[in-house]
């Protein structure tokens, strides 16, 4: 209890001293709440429950790029993590065998703007 009510006055003592928002990660709902409506600046919640102002999630968690370690706060909205690997290890072969970047993803220079820079190179 004393530590909740601690991280109230602290929340207040921030606003005093100028801060422009809070960010309150993994504070209990009730705590979050009590904090969000006795302050004029917006706070932003992650995994404090829906009375902060705003929320923010790491959007490696929301799209699931991670499966050994998921907080209890975490929604998934999808599980790329295998995609994103296969997706990384095929750039990856392509870059060492040189067939990426081709041609279509390279910019370049005309002939001639070529021959007024280099001359007869």
């Known amino acids: 209890m004393d530590s909740a009510k601690q991280l109230v006055a602290d929340a207040q003592a921030l606003e005093q001293a100028g801060v422009f928002s809070l960010v309150l990660e993994v504070i209990p709902r009730q705590v979050a709440e009590q904090i969000s409506t006795g302050l004029r600046i917006p706070t932003i919640g992650i995994g404090s429950g829906l009375d902060c102002d705003g929320q923010v999630l790491v959007f490696h968690d929301i799209l699931g790029l991670y499966k050994r370690f998921k907080p209890k706060f975490v929604k998934q909205y999808a599980e790329l993590g295998h995609e994103a690997v ?18 279509e993803h390279t ?10 820079l280099y001359g007869d190179k």
């Open 86 to 103: 296969q997706a990384i290890q095929v750039y990856h072969n392509e870059v060492k065998s040189s067939s990426f970047p081709a041609e």
């Open 107 to 116: 910019s370049g220079l005309s002939n001639e703007v070529i021959q007024k």
